[in-house]
């Protein structure tokens, strides 16, 4: 079932210790896109300027992803970062941040959108979040991703918003500043008191944490040989996570959700925040089939089971 | 079957943000002999000054460990070490280390120790290693520990000391120093080929994975609420890992090992690490009940399984 995907269509700029691209496609919205395209029709909002490229356009459509959403702002530039990793790729430095367009990014569901059934939020200001959940008719899930600068200085806000979230998807940090727990299993629980019955708390190469009031599953990292570039590993979880979800049909029925699929979709995440790292930027989604995410997937399987 | 288990017998000092213990048992041999003993009958080579407090015997032999192998040295002091943790644990600074009758250490195994099947070599000079490992008639499984020390100084010492081990447990720092490669797929195949066939990396609160040649299996870390004090912690890992396998019987028939059997051994080792910070020091093996650690397996099954 179709999943709407609100966030950041950007270029970036990343040096790894594999290297450095100068320019390339990226944006939170993008690589979630993507990755959920594998497994449900994605249509996204976002914003981009007049010199966002006809392949890039390409690449999101040979996914049959729809475009209906993305603004296109004529004589603006679209949103561009980069960044440098360190040698073991764990820490990042941000080099430059030109917002452009996705400054004044005020999303707005084509009518075409609005009775979608899914919906993942990106990382965007939190007001922006609730007013695109406003706008659609009814979902059966929604949630979405923030950051430690909403979580610090618009708190508020972004507490108002994830009350109204089925799930939320953040790294371990982030985790712990928005509860003010350091230890994960406290902070999980403040968290779900907050409003998500569902929480998924991302460890980087250590895999990711699902939490709900009655326990928790634990997913590991999966352990590549090389990584080339784990800028979006984060937001390919978070697309393969709600795609699979959305795919299945996955909804809350009577207060119950079917935590075996959801165990699965936190795996199908790990698998395409896997994937993400394997090459630059999006490039790895040039190839990849569904077969080789179903083998992967069989590696979990045989890497976990006791 | 029997374990012997060679290490350090000591005392410790300790201060974790929950609080500050003087002096108090410790040592990895008492770490992995206490571990162990909830498996399989164990065997102590260590040694101790005249201040070793009837009480600390008393504890080991509560648990059936014999210490026969234990040397005490009159008018020697035990070994003792302090160290304080940082807020969030995952650091620790020594304090104090007096190696005292530690330091003229050189295990020799009683007659009624040598043909024992099963053999712990805690973290101690590399030769020292070698030559209990070659006190012994003919073990099943034989392997241990080593660390940063030994690794950079005794390199070649190490080396061939490790070469006639079944397996290796190391925490991730140690196989990366040892290997020469940040990658720890790459790492455990490089240390793979130094002999062991076994290869066990431990990552702190991020669980472990065990390597073979074939493949390779990730357990999780137990989410604990609290860690009152995560000394000892890596030991009853390895105590549990081991005393799982000898009490099992598990060896290397025609190259060939149980695989079922060595998952099931981390995930023991996973349990007896978990409850090792539940309290100060060794306290929680006082109270400790087989039913508590098959609860607490099942729990690691149902937060991995999908």
Redo the contacts between chains.
């Keep these: 079932m179709s999943l709407i995907v609100v966030g950041s269509v950007a270029y970036d700029g990343v040096t790894t210790p594999h290297g450095k691209i100068d320019r390339m496609l990226g944006g939170a919205a993008t690589y979630i896109a993507l990755a959920a395209s594998y497994f449900t029709p994605v249509k996204i909002v976002a914003v981009v300027g007049d010199d966002f490229a006809q392949e890039d356009v390409d690449l999101l459509k040979s996914r049959h992803i729809d475009l209906d959403g993305m603004e296109r702002v004529a004589g603006g530039k679209t949103f561009f970062w980069a960044g440098v990793y360190s040698?073991?790729m764990n820490e990042r430095t941000t080099l430059r941040t030109d917002l452009n367009v996705f400054a004044g990014f005020n999303p707005r569901l084509p009518e075409s959108y609005r009775s979608a059934p899914y919906l993942l939020l990106g990382n965007i200001q939190p007001a922006l979040q609730k007013s695109v959940r406003a706008q659609m008719n009814s979902v059966k899930l929604a949630g979405g991703d923030t950051m430690n600068y909403w979580i610090n200085d618009f708190r508020a806000q972004l507490l108002e918003t994830i009350r109204e979230w089925d799930f939320l998807l953040i790294n371990d940090s982030e985790a712990r500043l928005l509860s003010g727990e350091?230890?994960?299993?406290?902070a999980a629980a403040k968290i779900l008191g907050m409003g998500p019955h569902t929480l998924v708390i991302k460890?980087g190469e250590?895999?990711a944490?699902l939490f709900r009031r009655d326990?928790?599953?634990?997913?590991?990292g999966y352990?590549?040989?090389?990584?080339f570039d784990p800028t979006g590993a984060g937001d390919c979880f978070a697309g393969g996570f709600i795609g699979y979800l959305a795919g299945r049909g996955v909804e809350v029925l009577n207060g119950e959700i079917n935590i075996?699929e959801l165990?699965?979709a936190?795996?199908y995440g790990s698998v395409m925040g896997s994937f993400c790292c394997e090459k630059f930027g999006v490039d790895r989604f040039r190839t990849l089939t569904r077969e080789e995410m179903e083998a992967r997937y069989r590696e979990f399987?045989?890497?976990?089971?006791?």
Tied chains: 1, 2.
Excluded at 301 to 306: I, K, L, Y
């Design positions: 040698a073991d350091h230890n994960l299993r406290r460890r250590f895999g944490v326990g928790h599953f634990i997913a590991p352990l590549l040989e090389d990584v075996a165990r699965k936190v795996i399987q045989n890497c976990t089971a006791f």
